[in-house]
């Protein structure tokens, strides 16, 4: 096979100019994206030695070509065989010799046996030292073996600091701004909607706490495109300007990250990445990968589908990987992807989504060495995750499906409430033990006490005072009712709700990133101070409830809140 047929494989897969966004020509042929029909047909029609059209054999015949070319590489080239001496430098990082049992048993066994002959040689001065001070051996040496068994053991269970050095949220540039009426004017532009189903949406965003800032994608400003396709959505909602949305938020999001903390993207060890309803092959990790030409021996991961707490889920992953791998930078980035999922059907359980989600992201950056300490904002001090997902109604209440007319959409429960009043009393139950002070514990168990005595059902449950274990309070902003429910149970003002309205408003419900909206909020207003908690709390399909907790190690001065 001549190098002009390998070629033919290697197409960008990108609309090139005359071609639609979903594909299709200009002269509407139904063209192959950035491949004309006819060339498509000429990759594919080849003939094997029998004379016959295989695909088949076409593809193992380029596949062989170029296993042969990359083995006679290796076998002559050199210089393709030499290692690069920073991925070199990369694996001795890696290597702790402590770590290996090999290594430490032998030094062990050195040890022991240097300490045993010393104490053999020096066995007459050991005795008159326990003589003179009138104590039995046995005694001091049980005490030694004791005091060596606790620090021990400290050392087993010691967790590794994770600091947070610093995070930074999209902001989508004013072109993409919806207004409520703007809003609407798309929905009514797409010719999908009926009257009924328009006024259903605009009393759903009236009530729903979001202001006229919020922002969709471009691919959602393109209603008329839509309408022309007869309410094909398909022909912007596709996977190639979800991409695009894609890139611009997490990119967007990560210049500035880099930027600011003067951190090169070859830098950083771990990279993980959460977006729920958007999983293209390759991954959104590795598009990032990609774009920054970021080091080979990266830990990357990808998670999909676990809603709008996936945030906080990436920042327990990426704590648990930076208890293992030492000296080590990870970046976490939250997104939700909106582009494929503006519903166009009917069903008014699936409609809840559009008034609610917009377009937003953030990217944090971690680490666990102890010279980012001093440049760092907050340590993660608490994650407690708790799934609901054993009961029908929480697996339920938040599901990805197609209507009666096939229409993808989310379909949100009536009892979502309800389930979610559940999932956050589990989660604040495992959460308490762990961050209450001793005061707070002492209150519980009087109140158990009084409980047994009086022997009553009626007495009301112990709700400690969360004020005594935080400061600030990061609240996930799923709609309007969402936080009321949370104001009322955990009796908070409106000072400490104010960050999660703002949000709300602001920006809208952008998923998982939404808690790190909250805490931009709070150090824009100037009130994180040194050794402040701080609380995040989210909720999630499946269903889940999940809590962060940080420590602030600065004081963090204030820009304004106008943005």
Not at 68 to 85: H, I, N, P, Q, S
Not at 294 to 317: E, F, Q, V
Not at 359 to 370: C, D, E, Q, V
Not at 447 to 454: A, E, P, T
Request: with cysteine.
């Amino acid at each position: 096979m001549m190098e002009s047929d390998l070629a033919d494989y290697t197409q960008p897969p990108y609309p090139e100019a005359g071609t639609g966004s979903n594909g299709v020509s200009a002269n509407g042929e139904g063209d192959v994206i950035g491949v004309p029909a006819a060339g498509l047909r000429r990759r594919v029609r080849r003939s094997d030695s029998s004379g016959s059209e295989s695909t088949f054999f076409a593809l193992a015949e380029s596949t062989r070509t170029a296993w042969a070319r990359v083995r006679k590489l290796y076998a002559e080239d050199d210089g393709a065989r030499a290692a690069d001496m920073s991925v070199v430098q990369q694996g001795y990082r890696m290597v702790n010799p402590l770590s290996s049992e090999r290594i430490s048993a032998s030094l062990t066994v050195v040890l022991l046996a240097f300490l045993l002959y010393q104490l053999y040689l020096a066995r007459e001065d050991f005795l008159n030292v326990l003589a003179s001070l009138h104590l039995h051996s046995v005694e001091v040496i049980v005490v030694a073996v004791l005091v060596v068994v606790v620090r021990i053991a400290y050392m087993q269970n010691k967790k590794r600091p994770v600091y947070c050095m610093d995070f930074v949220t999209y902001k989508p540039p004013d072109k993409y701004t919806t207004s409520h009426k703007h809003f609407i004017e798309l929905s009514e532009r797409t010719g999908v909607f009926d009257e009924e189903h328009i006024a259903f949406q605009r009393k759903l965003l009236e009530r729903s706490g979001l202001g006229d800032r919020t922002c969709f994608p471009e691919a959602m400003h393109r209603a008329d495109d839509i309408k022309q396709a007869g309410g094909n959505g398909s022909v912007v909602l596709n996977m190639y300007n979800a991409r695009q949305e894609a890139e611009e938020v997490m990119f967007g999001c990560l210049d500035q990250l880099f930027a600011r903390n003067r951190i090169a993207p070859s830098e950083i060890d771990i990279l993980i990445v959460n977006c729920s309803l958007f999983n293209p092959t390759p991954s959104l990790s590795a598009m990032i990968v990609n774009k920054y030409k970021m080091k080979s021996s990266i830990l990357t991961y990808n998670l999909s589908g676990m809603g709008c707490s996936a945030g906080l889920i990436s920042i327990d992953l990426a704590k648990d990987l930076l208890q293992i791998h030492t000296n080590s930078r990870a970046v976490v980035v939250s997104t939700e992807n909106i582009t494929q999922n503006w519903y166009l059907g009917k069903e008014k359980s699936m409609l809840i989504t559009n008034t609610l989600f917009r377009m937003g992201g953030a990217a944090i950056l971690m680490s666990n060495r102890g010279m980012d300490r001093h440049w760092s904002k907050y340590q993660l001090t608490t994650v407690v995750r708790t799934h609901q997902g054993s009961e029908d109604l929480a697996y339920d209440s938040i599901f990805q499906m197609e209507d009666k007319n096939g229409i993808r959409g989310v379909k949100l429960s009536k009892n979502i409430m309800d389930v979610a009043g559940t999932a956050l009393k589990n989660n604040i139950t495992k959460l308490a033990p762990a961050v209450f002070p001793l005061t707070e514990h002492l209150k519980f168990g009087y109140h158990l006490i009084q409980k047994k005595l009086n022997k009553t059902k009626s007495k009301k449950p112990f709700v400690p005072d969360f004020h005594k274990a935080f400061e600030h309070f990061c609240i996930h902003t799923g709609g309007r009712a969402v936080l009321e429910v949370i104001e009322k149970a955990l009796s908070l003002t409106p000072e400490e709700m104010e960050p999660s309205r703002f949000v709300l408003e602001r920006f809208g419900n952008v998923s998982s990133a939404s808690v790190w909206y909250e805490l931009e909020f709070l150090e824009r207003a100037g009130r994180v101070r040194k050794g402040d908690r701080i609380w995040q709390i989210a909720f999630g399909s499946g269903f889940k409830c999940n809590s962060a907790v940080w420590k602030s190690l600065t004081n963090v001065h204030g820009s304004g809140t106008s943005y």
